[in-house]
């Protein structure tokens, strides 16, 4: 069995009727796949994702963070679902479909994740959307259960049998009874064809409810030596941090104190980060429990030559194109602030090779510029933004995601989560809107034979994080975007994509007429 951290918990923790932590992606595929060949293709390699094999084990009491257990058997008929549009289904069609699906919770009595193969979709198309609960995975650990299932080639090589000690636990079908009692009446949706339990363990091991209680009072025991770690350690990062940056005096403690610890450690002075105050837009405040969910693709080489001709990064240009995307949506809405957007930017803590379960993510804030009205001076705002965190990042690494979550004792941490939301929700929350940008694989990838087009991201908005985010996923010459919002704030979210695209067109132009 292994534990959660402390930043998995909040991932659970904040979770409300409207605030849901589910991490996904949509998959845009040539031609047709079948739930068989779906169903046959993560039998075989189960084995190669973790998180779709363990279950949530919780510490009595919520005395300390829950645990994962594998389970003995994964019910397929469960996890594996198929629909269909009404052909031809379009883009905008299938955006709703899948606003929808994200917006459910997962069952926390079972593995955490669904797939949806969903057909009918115009031009000879089929989809696949895959949510997981993001206290099973970040970023990283997510790319790598993606990377399990997909093939360099349409003839899927032949895998070598997993080895486990004392028992073969090779996946096999076990049947399908004991699948009936767990369909969900109200999911319509879900395809009648059944696959039966796939077989992937020895019973699971029992966990000693004794020990795990005792680890729980153990570790209360010692959390005010936590809290002063993180006190220690957070301090000279008040200003990075959400918030807690606005709290007057803040700035000026952060300094000091880290202008003397880089004294006494004879290390680098970090660059000073600019004050944010985070305006109110319309997708500030409390979301509600409905998404709108839209999805783009931009050429890579467009980017590039924004990139190579300005000797920006291809993040920079990113940001650059989310920052005048939302700059037209609030003109548009006549809600653009006269200062910048403050935006969250998930950073991974992860050194290469490592591939410790559990997140090891934080998040950094910066400026987009969006009052700039001129394309390039927008441009080199965000970059020189950009610049700064990256250039604090690489010099002193913030953690203060992970030792904050670690300085709550654990039965509090749902309290305080619920209680930081509810604040949150009454203002313009710490930051507008939370921005990804993911580098992935620059070759043909394949499912089963069929031919991977696309690969949207599908992400989390919350009271606390604004009420839209928006994911790109760069992946054979293209970006693909993935824009979530709160369906009543931003009921518009495909003139978001458009926008973004119209601001590459932009940006082009002007380099090409230089």
């Not at 919520?62 to 469960?78: I, N």
Request: aromatic fraction near 4%; include cysteine; charged fraction near 20%.
């Amino acid at each position: 069995m292994r534990q959660l951290n402390a930043v998995d918990t909040q991932f659970l923790n904040f979770e409300t009727s409207t605030n849901v932590a589910n991490i996904g992606g949509l998959a845009i595929l040539s031609g047709g796949l079948s739930r068989g060949d779906l169903v046959s293709l993560l039998a075989r390699r189960l084995h190669l994702a973790a998180p779709f094999r363990m279950r949530l084990v919780p510490v009595p009491l919520g005395l300390d963070h829950p645990y994962w257990t594998e389970e003995h058997a994964v019910d397929l008929d469960y996890h594996v679902r198929e629909l269909a549009l009404p052909a031809p289904g379009s883009d905008e069609q299938l955006g709703e479909q899948v606003a929808r699906l994200h917006a459910r919770r997962l069952d926390r009595r079972l593995p955490l994740w669904e797939m949806y193969l969903i057909h009918g979709l115009a031009g000879d198309r089929t989809a696949l959307y895959m949510k997981v609960h993001h206290a099973a995975v970040d970023g990283v650990t997510g790319a790598d259960v993606l990377a399990g299932l997909l093939d360099t080639s349409p003839e899927p090589p032949d895998l070598a049998e997993p080895e486990f000690p004392d028992s073969p636990r090779s996946p096999r079908s076990l049947g399908s009874a004991a699948s009936a009692d767990r369909a969900d009446p109200a999911e319509p949706e879900d395809s009648a064809e059944s696959s039966g339990l796939v077989e992937i363990a020895e019973p699971a091991e029992t966990i000693d409810t004794r020990e795990m209680l005792a680890r729980g009072i153990a570790k209360a025991v010692v959390n005010p030596a936590n809290t002063v770690r993180f006190l220690v350690n957070a301090v000279p990062h008040l200003d990075e941090i959400p918030l807690v940056s606005q709290i007057p005096g803040a700035r000026t403690i952060s300094r000091a104190t880290r202008h003397l610890a880089n004294r006494l450690a004879g290390t680098a002075e970090v660059p000073e980060m600019p004050r944010m105050l985070v305006p109110r837009t319309p997708f500030s405040g409390r979301i509600s429990a409905h998404r709108r969910f839209a999805f783009t693709t931009l050429p890579l080489e467009d980017v590039k030559l924004v990139k190579n001709a300005l000797g920006v990064t291809v993040n920079d240009v990113v940001m650059a194109l989310c920052a005048g995307a939302l700059r037209q949506w609030l003109l548009k809405h006549g809600s653009l602030p006269d200062q910048p957007l403050v935006a969250g930017v998930p950073f991974s803590l992860r050194t290469p090779g490592d591939r410790r379960t559990g997140n090891q993510v934080t998040i950094m804030i910066t400026t987009l510029a969006t009052q700039v009205a001129d394309p390039l001076e927008r441009l080199m705002a965000v970059r020189d933004a950009m610049r700064l965190i990256k250039e604090r990042s690489s010099l002193a690494p913030a953690r203060w995601l992970q030792e904050m979550s670690d300085m709550m004792p654990a039965a509090l941490t749902g309290l305080a989560a619920r209680a930081a939301f509810n604040l949150f929700a009454g203002s313009a929350g710490p930051i507008n809107v939370m921005i990804s940008n993911v580098p992935g694989p620059q070759l043909p990838l394949y499912i089963s034979g069929a031919r991977l087009l696309a690969y949207h991201p599908v992400s989390v908005v919350t009271d606390a994080s604004g009420g839209l985010n928006i994911t790109v996923f760069s992946y054979d010459g293209s970006l693909d975007v993935g824009v979530i919002a709160c369906r009543e704030m931003v009921p518009d979210v495909w003139t978001v994509t458009d926008y973004l695209g119209e601001a590459l067109v932009e940006l082009k132009l002007l380099v090409e007429q230089q």
